[in-house]
């Protein structure tokens, strides 16, 4: 699947598009993390735990969209974006979005 944040993607043409696919996780916070962010916030320096969390929630987000455009045969996503949003207290989204095309 070719993943791309623009509108076309370079030497390929687009022969089909099958519209908006999304994949989101809701991922809440780790007691264990926020004691290590409390520390670093006194401390300085990269929430690593939170770095991490982000990460898998991205990864996770990206594989249910990629399933969403195999499911309509699609074979690329372009305008892919991110968005994220607080659902309950310590609790966030992270949604991938982007429209599922066919290329040649």
Wanted: proline share 1%; glycine share 8%; charged share 20%.
């Amino acid at each position: 699947m070719i993943l791309v944040n623009t509108e076309s993607i370079p030497g390929r043409t687009i022969t089909a598009y099958f519209g908006v696919v999304t994949g989101s996780t809701v991922r809440a916070k780790h007691v264990g993390r926020d004691i290590a962010a409390w520390l670093k916030n006194v401390v300085g320096g990269e929430l690593k735990g939170y770095t991490e969390l982000l990460q898998e929630a991205r990864q996770e987000a990206i594989s249910r969209m990629i399933d969403e455009a195999n499911s309509l045969s699609a074979n690329a996503i372009v305008n892919v974006r991110f968005a994220t949003c607080s659902v309950a207290q310590g609790a966030a989204e992270l949604l991938a979005y982007g429209t599922a095309v066919r290329v040649e």
